[in-house]
């Protein structure tokens, strides 16, 4: 059984700054790539930070230059460094990490079950 829990999210004023987490459990045999997705209340999900077991990383437009995302492969872990953060960032931050489990014949995608981040203004 795989699972994915993120931690991190909260309340935080315009400017701010917040960091995720997000730890894939169980029974792994290989984590491919992990990233974050965000869905804000009547908008669609979309794709927020992606990053690759070699460390290439692909983050969206809107957040480039505040966002990092980083991963402790040995741990299977992920982070997202969120910084200067905006109103319109508000939002429930999902994890996912695209792998083949224990006993599996491919690669699947696990999400785990998201975190709130609020940003006042």
């Not at 829990?5 to 700054?17: D, H, K, P, R």
């Not at 505040?66 to 508000?90: C, G, H, V, W």
Request: with cysteine; net charge neutral.
């Amino acid at each position: 059984q795989v699972q994915l829990v993120e931690s991190g999210g909260g309340l935080v004023q315009a400017g701010g700054s917040l960091r995720l987490s997000c730890v894939a459990s169980g029974s792994i045999i290989r984590v491919e790539s992990m990233g974050w997705y965000r869905q804000a209340p009547g908008k669609p999900r979309e794709l927020v930070a992606h990053i690759t077991d070699g460390g290439t990383t692909n983050t969206a437009d809107s957040v480039k230059e505040r966002f990092t995302p980083s991963r402790d492969i040995a741990k299977n872990t992920l982070y997202l460094q969120m910084n200067s953060l905006k109103p319109e960032d508000t939002a429930v931050y999902y994890c996912y990490a695209y792998l083949i489990p224990n006993g599996g014949s491919g690669y699947y995608n696990y999400w785990g079950q998201g975190t709130q981040v609020t940003v006042s203004s």
